[in-house]
């Protein structure tokens, strides 16, 4: 556990309620919370905000509009006509990363992207999916993903163990790499918030200008890695589909 | 036919048509630590399957240390091979 005023404070998980099933703890924690406000915030943005169906759209229609031509012309870009199909997949990942990102910048709220096992279970869901999918595809087939032709085949069994690494290690660069940013950007601002105090006199004041600028860089990152996330998760889709 | 010069018009109005509705992606340029941060995760990544790989079959074998060995060997150019097809597709855009 932290110390009491350690900048990984904010990380901590506090349970609001004991539940327990079987030998599983499940309590609503702060990090729940967080969740159901994110899940929360993005269904009531989304279903007012289109609700009037306008032809003429408003700031905030415009605004969904946005995010649905995003993420539709990433899947038409990146996987072509068979990605339709996964729009609501990605979308829903897409905008659940986001906002639970953009949510995490709310002073004093808790940031979920910033734990690795939240990240780690979309990832995961993002890989087995993927699998999944390409075995229905290709069926046994499948396995040729690991097998480059045009090789000597003496070469085949170090190449094949290579691929396999290589294949398994996408869910956790995949989730390593939200995890740490957001791990790593909210330490820096909590570490900076304890120079404004422990400064003297009014240099303090510098410090805090340098954590202005990089709550404007951490809302940029808190996009990016969203964007990271769902054109990786769009990449891996297109993979399922066409194996070399 | 009649309809021959018809068709011909309607293929270009549909080709233009396609061309405008499809604008060119704009890629954001990264910054160069987030660059070099996608980088390394790729090695670290690629790194702990091997090391995890060689750590299991070492377990169930009993071939310590030699899966550990080889295993980590294969993580770090599966490490390797990511960086390098990460490349490849920034190269292509």
Redesign the interface.
Known sequence: MAAKDSPLKQFEIIPYSKTELGSYDISFTNSSLSMVITVAVITLFLTLTVNPRSIIPSRLQLISELMYNFIAQLLSDTVGDNGKKYFPFVFSLFMFVLIGNMVGMIPYQFTFTSHIIVTFALAAVVFIGVTILGFVNHGIKFFTFFYIPGVPFYMHPLLIPIEVISYLSRPISLSVRLFANMLAGHTLLKVFAGFVVAMPFFTGALPLAFIVALTGLEILIAFLQAYVFAILTCLYINDAYHLH | MVDDDKLQQLKERIDTAEISNSPP?NQ?K?NGA?FG??IS??I???L???VG?GLIVDKYLGTKPFGLII?FI??A???F??VYRVMR?IEKQ
Do not use: Y
């Open positions: 992606s954001k990264e987030g941060f996608k995760t790729e670290i990544a690629a702990v399957v091997g790989i295993f294969f993580g150019i599966a490490g091979l990511n597709r």
